[in-house]
């Protein structure tokens, strides 16, 4: 399965990146291929491209504060509290590819 | 450039692996304090004001007694991360409801001048945090030296 995703907390100084980190991680230990672009206070890096947007099989948003939806017409969106990546990231990842029927490798 | 390598953030000044403390309170008030003595911060109760306004947002204790409490301040004079290794495990609201023995406290300046850089090295050491074998080497170091291999040689 292919993920895209965003992520965003209040402060955006750290929760954005440990969850961007922990997010990769769980998505690629179940074989997924995973892109997140983290929206902190020092703007947004790793920025999803159209095309990469286009392929994926999901759009996780993982954010705490409002973001842009615009890009992300026509998609499979997801949209959860940064705190259940925190909690559980393996968790997220699979109940994706429960809501998706997507089987895990 | 030395200043603008993550590894720059690491300071063994503010760094403490045996902390006797046995509240969040005083854990925050000691790494502060830390912080103000080594010349992050020049105004201490500023400064664990803007923690707690920090803290009245949203939950630090990042699960796996792990807290990561921190502070936007115009206290703050130099960016930086104190690390501290408590002896006993200690109260904290976390994501998976366990008390915390390890606490990275940032020390974010308030002005957006030149502090991008900063930002970014914090964002880097974060990240860090959220790759399991990373914060298990993290909780495990005994001493700054296995700390910074923990941290920046994986």
Known sequence: MKIVGITACVAGIAHTYIAKEKIEKAAQKLGDTVKIETQGSIGPENVLTTQEIKEADVVLLATDIGVDKSRFKGKKVIAIPISMVMKSPTGVIKKIHEKLEIPVP | ?154
């Open chain 2, 1 to 154: 450039m030395v200043e603008s390598t993550v590894e720059s953030l690491f300071d063994p000044e503010i760094i403490d692996l045996d902390i006797d403390v046995n509240t969040k309170d005083e854990a925050i008030k000691y790494l502060a304090k830390r912080l103000e003595k080594a010349g992050y911060v020049n105004n201490l109760d500023a400064y664990v004001k803007d923690i707690y306004f920090r803290e009245s947002e949203g939950i630090t204790g990042m699960g796996d007694n792990v807290a990561i409490p921190h502070g936007k301040s115009s206290a703050v004079v130099r960016t930086g991360l104190a690390i501290g290794h408590t002896r006993h495990m200690i109260p904290w609201e976390s994501y998976d409801g366990k008390p915390v023995n390890v606490i990275f406290l940032f020390a974010v300046a308030d002005n957006n001048a030149g502090s991008q850089v900063h930002l970014r090295l914090l964002a880097d050491v974060a990240g860090r945090l959220g790759n399991d074998e990373v914060l298990e080497a993290v909780k495990t170091a005994k001493t700054p030296e296995e700390l910074h291999q923990a941290l920046f040689q994986q």
